[in-house]
């Protein structure tokens, strides 16, 4: 997990078998979450707006 200054949070999990995690939240509150399988196929691709 990386943070800088402002605020911004960048997470990244990568998992034995593969798979993976991303997710950002920005200094507005907006955040970004996607997930791929091991295959590389995007399960989750979600972003929610901050104020």
């Known amino acids: 997990m990386t943070e800088d200054q402002q605020g911004l949070v960048t997470e990244d ?4 078998c593969g798979c993976n995690t991303h997710r950002e939240e920005f200094h ?4 970004h979450h996607l ?3 091991h295959r590389g196929h995007v399960l989750v ?3 929610f707006r901050g104020e």
């Open 13 to 16: 999990v990568l998992f034995t």
């Open 28 to 31: 507005d509150g907006s955040l």
């Open 35 to 37: 997930v791929r399988d």
């Open 45 to 47: 691709d979600e972003e």
